[in-house]
Structures are given as C-alpha cells and as structure tokens.
C-alpha cells in the first residue's frame, strides 16, 4: 500500500452520501388548491355593480353639483378681454452668434440681465401695479357702452360699478368667516363715523410729486387694486412681443383701456430711456440761450461803439474797440460750441428714444372669454360623479368607524390607567 494512499484515506464513499442527502424536491401545485384567507383581493366587477346599485345616490349629487355649476355660471361677471401686441426695439447691436444666444433665450424664457439699458419686460407689470401709474390712468375717459357716456375709470368703479353676485356672496362668506376681525374693525369705524362715508371732490393734483410722504385716499387705493386685477402684461419667450391686455365688463372699455396702458407705459418707458439725455438737453439749452444773449448784447455793444466812432485816431478808443471786437469773438466762440453740443445733445435724445411698434392692434371683442360655459357645466358633472363616489364610501367608512367604535371594549389594562 502506498504511502500516500495511506495518509489520505478515499471518501468518496461519504461524498456520495452527501450528495445524495442534500437533493431537493419541486413539485407543481395549482393554485387552486391553497386558499388565503389573510388576502384581500380587490373586486373590480364588485364595485363598479355597487356603484351602479346606488346610481340613485350619485344621480342626487351630481344633479346637485351641476345646479351649484349653474347657479355659480349664470352668477359670474361677463368679462370681455381685448390685447395689443407690441414689439419693443432692441438698441443692442449683437453678433450673430449673439444673437443665436439672444434666440436661445426668448424660447427658454430667459431674461437678459446687465446688457439692456432700458427697462426689463419683467418690471412692466409691477409699472402697471405702482400707484403714480394707476392714478394717472384713472383719471383718463373712455367710453362705457352699458353706460352710454365717457367718464373717467375712477367714476366708473366707484359710482357706477356693482360686482357680480358671485362676487359678493364669496366676499360675505369672507367677511363672516376669515375676514371677520377686519369687518368688526370697519363696522366700528363706521358708527365712529356717524355712518357718512362719501368720497367727495378729490384733488387729484397732489398726487403729481411723491418726493414727499403723501397720504393716499382710500378710494384711489381701492380703484387702483381693481383696475390692477383687470390688466395684464405678458411677454411671449419665442417672439419677444409684449402683450398688453385688459379684461372689463365692457368690451369697448376694455378696448379703449388697453390704447391707454400701452401709451402710459411707452411714454414710461421712453421717459426713463431719456431721462438722463433730456436732463443734458435741457441744461445744455439754457447754456445756448444765455450765451446767445451774451453774444448778442457783446455784438450790439460793438455796433454802438463803431457808429460813434467810425474813424477812431486815438488809441485809447482803438485799443478798446480791440477789446470789444475780442469779447465779441470769444462770446461767438462759445456760442457756436454750444449751439454744436446743443444739436448733438437733440440728436442724442432722439437715438435713445425706443421704439414700439404695435405688432397687433387692440380689437373690440364680440363675445366674453370668462366665464367659459364648458368649463363650468363639464367640471360641475365631473366633481357632481365623483364627489358623488367619494361621498357614498366615504359614509360607509364613517358608518362602519362608529359601529367598530361602540363595539370596541376597554381592556383591564386601559381601565387601570
């Protein structure tokens, strides 16, 4: 026997064993045969049967639902919408690779930061919300066809305007609800006020300057958060147009509306453009006139002298009509200087001033764009079927909850604590 076989004895035997042992076995069951008694499965046939067995109930609600739709539909204020579209000039000379940027931009809605010596688009609304601009615009007339006669905005909605009915029942539910502490508050000032509350002649004059405090009145404030809801300022990301649009109960107001904002926020815009250049023109020309009157005064001076001396032969008198001809040109000198700068200075304004072309005008609109009756009527059934589902298992469940709740027992160990 070898030696090796001997210290490394054959197992193979045991190997076999092992093998054999650790075999598994698989077999193929039905599914049937078990049954799981923990599991729930969802009967999709089960509820749409029970949905249909209380039809009845849904029906009662989505009836109801639709009413309310109506009812909130035939309540709402008729707003006609009507917009201008303008395309503001672009003073920035770029590249064309720039300009492939600039583009990039407009379509992802990017504003432009630093580059742009105007103003943004992205501050024309809140120029449209800023109390000079919307006092200014209240006092401008336009046309009320339901009225029949010009009057200025802030007469309108402050004797002749009446919000809708479902705008005064939400503000009564606000009033009586989360708004009650202010409504205590104004009921208060109002009997402290022995209950006149007229608005009376204002003078919109001294509202012009706000260099110093000013006390706004109420009412202005009031307008002025009215006509802000109704005036939008848009700008498209692709095209770079600005849209001006207003949405009134008066489809000719709304029109007219519209002319006035985009005029008040070009010339806002142009005099911000300006203001510094016009600020130069203007001192410039006030040095032009007074050195136009210098140099006149110099020049008759000099004429004077000359007709009474038209032969001078003493050198006192031509060494002092030297010195007048001297003044005369030094004043010319100046003169023409500024009156060069002058002109330059006109032309300077007249380079800074933007340009807004009116891509598309404001047009009358023939039909109201709110309240939309699809999306009253369509979302009154929508919320009316399955607010009506919702309610029905919704009860189950609170009905279930309560019997779980009067059949449930204390045990010894919560009546101990």
Request: hydrophobic fraction near 40%; proline fraction near 4%; charged fraction near 25%.
């Amino acid at each position: 026997m070898n030696k090796k076989d001997s210290e490394y004895p054959d197992n193979s035997n045991d190997r076999q064993i092992r093998k054999k042992d650790s075999i598994e076995e698989y077999r193929l069951v039905p599914m049937d045969a078990y049954e799981y008694e923990d599991e729930q499965i969802i009967d999709i046939i089960g509820i749409f049967k029970d949905i249909w067995n209380q039809r009845r109930f849904i029906f009662i609600v989505t009836a109801v639902c639709f009413t309310i739709g109506l009812l909130v539909y035939a309540g709402s204020e008729r707003v006609y919408y009507s917009e201008a579209k303008l395309l503001p000039e672009s003073s920035n000379e770029t590249s064309q690779l720039g300009q492939i940027f600039q583009q990039a931009e407009n379509i992802f809605g990017i504003q432009r930061q630093g580059e742009e010596e105007g103003i943004g688009v992205a501050m024309y609304p809140y120029i449209v919300e800023s109390i000079p601009f919307q006092i200014e615009l209240m006092q401008e007339e336009i046309y009320f066809s339901d009225l029949g006669e010009r009057i200025t905005i802030f007469e309108y909605f402050t004797e002749h305007y009446e919000p809708s009915a479902v705008s005064r029942f939400y503000d009564f539910l606000w009033n009586i609800t989360f708004g009650l502490p202010n409504t205590i508050m104004n009921i208060i000032n109002w009997f402290g006020s022995d209950g006149v509350d007229e608005i009376g002649t204002i003078d919109f004059s001294q509202y012009s300057d706000f260099e110093q405090p000013t006390a706004v009145n109420r009412y202005i404030r009031s307008v002025a958060n009215i006509v802000t809801g109704y005036i939008s300022i848009q700008r498209e990301a692709q095209s770079g147009f600005i849209i001006v649009g207003v949405s009134l109960p008066d489809p000719i107001a709304s029109t007219e509306m519209v002319i006035l904002v985009k005029n008040l926020l070009k010339d806002y815009v142009i005099e911000y453009r300006t203001e510094k250049a016009l600020s130069n023109l203007l001192f410039i020309e006030e040095q032009y006139v007074e050195a136009k009157r210098e140099f006149e005064v110099l020049q008759d001076s000099l004429a004077r002298f000359q007709d009474q001396n038209v032969n001078p032969s003493r050198q006192a008198l031509i060494i002092q009509q030297e010195r007048l001809q001297f003044e005369v040109d030094m004043a010319f000198a100046l003169y023409s200087n500024i009156g060069r700068r002058y002109q330059e200075a006109q032309i300077t304004v007249q380079e800074e001033t933007p340009v807004f072309r009116t891509h598309e005008p404001a047009i009358i609109p023939t039909q109201p764009s709110q309240p939309k009756a699809e999306r009253y009527l369509i979302g009154s059934l929508f919320v009316g079927v399955f607010g009506g589902i919702m309610l029905l298992y919704g009860l189950r469940g609170l009905r279930y909850f309560r019997e779980e709740f009067d059949k449930k027992e204390i045990t010894s160990n919560q009546e101990s604590v």
